[in-house]
Nanobody, 120 residues
Framework: DVQLQASGGGLVQAGGSLRLSCAASGFNLDYYAVGWYRQAPGKEREGVACIRGSDGLANYADSVKGRFIISGDNAKNTAYLQMNNLKPEDTAVYSC?????????????WGQGTLVTVSS
């Protein structure tokens, strides 16, 4: 049974940090990519970051470059999103997904969202 469990959201003040986790079960992240997405109220979902499981190659949306870091622990089958210097505009529901490769429109599995709220 393929499952993704996202966690780590919460309320934080602007300038603060949070770390989101995405734990996978039922498949080996070594052979896939993991993407983090977010959707703010009234806005479309956007891709935030993606990491290739085989070698850790990562890419980021321009809006989070230099502030967010995506990483993976393949031994734990878990991906992380370290979010630093958070801004109110980062407020959104964050979700993780397993993809065949970064940039793919095909999603193999979605995790449930976790809410991140950044207060000014």
């Amino acid at each position: 049974d393929v499952q993704l469990q996202a966690s780590g959201g919460g309320l934080v003040q602007a300038g603060g940090s949070l770390r989101l986790s995405c734990a996978a079960s039922g498949f080996n992240l070594d052979y896939y990519a993991v993407g983090w997405y977010r959707q703010a109220p009234g806005k479309e979902r956007e891709g935030v970051a993606c990491i290739r499981g085989s070698d850790g190659l990562a890419n980021y949306a321009d809006s989070v470059k230099g502030r967010f870091i995506i990483s993976g622990d393949n031994a734990k089958n878990t991906a992380y999103l370290q979010m630093n210097n958070l801004k109110p505009e980062d407020t959104a529901v964050y979700s993780c997904a397993v993809l065949p490769i970064c940039g793919s429109f095909m999603v193999i599995a979605w995790g449930q969202g976790t809410l991140v709220t950044v207060s000014s």
